[in-house]
């Protein structure tokens, strides 16, 4: 059974029907996917989830699909949480999101927006991509008989590159950065016809996200970390597990007394949001000469700014820029002490973990789960 009810405006909640192509809002804004929580509380016994085997669908009565049968499957699993034993013990923890089909966590999210977009008679997708999402959205479509094509920044790492056309996607190389390569995916929309899947300018990729969180959750018995700290480039992903655990409060399966501070992790050389943040705005400003070997989180503006702002500020989080030699050492380390092969991004995750307990702002005795958004085998190493 479906809960799926309506979308709803992230601005002003004006309400749309789900079972039509949408966009961004009129007003602009992201669109976000609504349930009957009150319908899954009487049916669903949360325990469920543990008994399914089929990675991040098994969180269905949470999740947007109509037709499940038809949902590209390419292998997905629960990815595996690891303590650095090495380095600081049980209580700082690793979600591995690199062991997931495409190498990377964006497998959650293209996996459920190529599902709804073929129910939905979608069938030419584009999005601008700093590699990861290429690759994922390539695969995932390319399983289910659709097309795609990506434009990415020219330096983009080569593996992605070479990734997507191995899966099938079309490949554009642009000079500049992630927001120039959306332009020219709009013009393939007014040009050509396809259809605009750029971060969080469709409502469900950010569904697929969620079930980081809602993962999560079941992995830690319903009692969620201390702090998340998440590298933060377009913010799906921490857009999206904050969703996933207001959402879990309303079943009454978290208390939310206790859901996590969330931290948004970005490179000192390229960082709006933790700059708006610090600076008390609502809204994000556009980051001039965004620079970081870090590719993922090379965004030098959000379409989800707002949101990512409001979920560092009700969960009482912050957010971290971490330097270019503070990430490699961070890279290093992992590697070294604890045998465990991060990404640029992920490896930020843990500079920014040292700097907030030289700061104070976390206790070495928290519970602490840093993502690695994909495998440390998808770039060139230090």
């Not at 989830?49 to 947007?64: C, I, K, Q, S, V």
Request: hydrophobic residues 40%; proline residues 5%.
């Amino acid at each position: 059974m479906n809960y799926l009810t309506h979308l709803e405006c992230s601005l002003n909640g004006e309400t749309y029907p789900f079972d039509q192509i949408h966009g961004l809002s009129p007003a602009g804004r992201p669109l976000l996917a609504r349930y009957d929580l009150a319908a899954v509380k009487a049916q669903v016994d949360r325990e469920v989830f543990a008994t399914r085997n089929d990675g991040f669908w098994a969180y269905r009565e949470l999740l947007p699909i109509q037709d499940w049968p038809g949902v590209p499957r390419l292998g997905e699993i629960k990815t595996p949480l690891i303590p650095l034993n090495n380095l600081h013990g049980e209580q700082l923890i690793v979600k591995d999101e690199g062991r997931l089909p495409t190498g990377s966590f964006k497998s959650r999210g293209l996996a459920l927006a190529v599902a709804r977009a073929r129910e939905l008679g979608i069938s030419k997708l584009a999005m601008p991509t700093n590699g990861n999402a290429g690759a994922a959205l390539s695969a995932y479509a390319t399983r289910i008989g659709m097309q795609s094509i990506v434009v990415c920044p020219a330096d983009t790492p080569q593996i992605n590159i070479e990734e997507t056309r191995m899966q099938g996607g079309q490949v554009e190389l642009l000079d500049g950065y992630i927001d120039d390569c959306g332009k020219r995916v709009r013009e393939l929309v007014a040009e050509q016809g396809w259809f605009d899947f750029s971060t969080l300018k469709e409502p469900y990729r950010l569904e697929g996200k969620k079930t980081m969180g809602l993962e999560l959750a079941e992995q830690f018995g319903w009692k969620l970390p201390d702090v998340i700290l998440y590298p933060t480039g377009g913010g799906t992903g921490l857009i999206g597990m904050w969703k996933a655990f207001q959402e879990l409060t309303e079943l009454g399966w978290l208390d939310q007394a206790k859901l996590p501070r969330m931290v948004a992790v970005q490179a000192e050389g390229c960082a709006p949001i933790v700059k708006a943040f610090q600076e008390g705005k609502d809204e994000a400003e556009r980051w001039d000469d965004a620079q970081t070997l870090a590719a993922g989180i090379r965004v030098p503006m959000a379409v989800g700014d707002r949101l990512m702002l409001e979920t560092l500020r009700e969960s009482n989080g912050t957010g971290v820029a971490v330097s270019e030699a503070e990430i490699v050492s961070a890279w290093k380390s992992i590697s070294q002490r604890d045998g465990l092969l991060m990404c640029p991004e992920g490896a930020a995750t843990y500079a920014a973990y040292l700097k907030l307990l030289e700061q104070g702002w976390l206790d070495a005795d928290e519970q602490v789960v840093l993502f690695n958004c994909a495998t440390g085998l998808k770039y060139p190493l230090p």
